[in-house]
């Protein structure tokens, strides 16, 4: 038994680009295919009406809206592209719409054709800022309450401006500016194609030969003996603490040459507990 969804074909771009363009009319300023799939660039102020147009005209069908999308250009006088991502059930055929904005000019909501376009621009809205009229709920979706920003704009820092924590002095959660040590983003990441043209921390310990004879990878002329490297024992300064204890200066202090050093009983301490009182033992 054949499955009831057509199987997708690639020869349908052709024909749908050229039913597109007889639809959309004026309002189509490109139809391309790109990847294998079909990309069409729709004025702004005319997006309610083509896709309208796209899902009620007979031969294209796109009844379900998958995604809506946002791209930013910012080299560009219009840096936002809105993508809406079309679905057509009948011809398991797929295709995105394109609209450039920016910042200020709205974009038409969609919500009166696909009501679930309702979170997907406020989505759109929290990442990039792009505005929407008609949307009658547009606000942030994702991000937290009073954040200021829209964190995937290009220029937008990765580490953020402020950071939240919770706060055991105030026994709530609290705001600060982000401090770092060193802003990773400067970071020249070693490449596994080309290699590191730095020195990365334990390259300086291949610089020097490990022994005599030891393979190194120096030339011969930049090859420093190990032993000539190696700096002399630092002599205690006397007087110092650990000159006090460590160094000695004759035998006598170590107890060489003698029989017994420190074995005598009478070197040893004497017992407090067995040390016998003034009196104990005598007759009363």
Known sequence: MRAPAPAYAANLNGETIEAVRITLGAALIDAVEQVGEVALYVERTAIVDALTKLRDTPGLEYQQLMEIAGVDYPERPER?????????LTRNHRLHVHVSTDDVKPVPSVTGIWPVAGWLEREVYDLYGVLFTG????????TDYGFRGHPLRKDFPMTGFVEMRYSEEEKRVVYQPVQLAQDFRNFDFQSPWEGAQYVLPGDEKGMLPEAKGAPTPLRADDIVKADATKAPNATPKAGSEPYAKTATTSTADTGTGKADPGNK???KPADPAVVPTKG?????
């Open 265 to 267: 009983p009478s070197d």
């Open 280 to 284: 104990e033992g005598q007759n009363q």
């Open 135 to 142: 949307n009658a709920d547009l606000r942030r979706i994702l």
């Open 80 to 88: 936002f592209e809105v993508v809406y991502c079309l679905l057509s």
